[in-house]
């Protein structure tokens, strides 16, 4: 809902600027990637998926961390993407950025990913004893 409103506020704006309206545009080929996308996929699969979830010998918590981290990697390989098709949408390149970067590997390793993820992560086994909060904690 957020996602849709910013991005009509956005092709609203750039009725008068050319750079909010390649802007609005990469949001919008995002939405349309990423949440019509996926949410296609979603749907068609949701019946084979708890299948091959279950054939996983894994714990819980580490199968859910592993699912969200593909996913994330997924989203993050679509907003550079964007960003790298600003030719498309009559800017050049570097004046409008969807991401941090428009080299995936830099949003990855130093944006995204590689800093939220670690704090959903299954518990170590060291912190058996202390009293730390996750929302996977419980599922291993």
Same mark, same amino acid.
């Given at each position: 809902?957020?996602?849709?409103?910013?991005?009509?506020? =956005?092709?609203?704006?750039?009725?008068?600027n050319?750079?909010?309206?390649?802007?609005?545009?990469?949001?919008w080929?995002?939405? =349309?990637?990423?949440?019509?996308?996926?949410?296609?996929?979603?749907?068609?699969?949701r019946?084979?998926?708890?299948?091959?979830f279950?054939?996983?010998?894994?714990?819980?918590?580490?199968?859910?961390?592993?699912?969200?981290?593909?996913?994330?990697?997924?989203e993050?390989a679509?907003?550079?993407?964007?960003?790298?098709?600003?030719p498309?949408?009559?800017?050049?390149m570097g004046?409008?950025?969807l991401?941090?970067?428009?080299?995936?590997?830099d949003?990855?390793?130093?944006?995204?990913?590689?800093?939220?993820?670690?704090?959903?992560?299954p518990?170590?086994?060291?912190?058996?004893h202390?009293r730390?909060?996750?929302?996977?904690?419980?599922?291993?």
């Amino acid at each position: 809902m957020w996602q849709v409103l910013l991005a009509l506020f =956005l092709t609203l704006a750039g009725t008068e600027n050319r750079l909010l309206a390649a802007m609005a545009k990469m949001l919008w080929g995002l939405d =349309l990637l990423w949440i019509g996308g996926a949410g296609v996929i979603s749907v068609l699969g949701r019946s084979k998926a708890p299948i091959w979830f279950q054939r996983v010998l894994l714990g819980a918590g580490l199968k859910v961390w592993l699912l969200a981290t593909t996913l994330t990697l997924v989203e993050e390989a679509i907003a550079p993407w964007m960003t790298n098709g600003v030719p498309l949408f009559e800017v050049v390149m570097g004046e409008v950025y969807l991401t941090a970067s428009a080299n995936y590997f830099d949003v990855v390793y130093f944006h995204s990913v590689i800093v939220f993820m670690p704090q959903f992560g299954p518990r170590p086994p060291y912190a058996k004893h202390l009293r730390l909060a996750s929302c996977l904690y419980s599922l291993d």
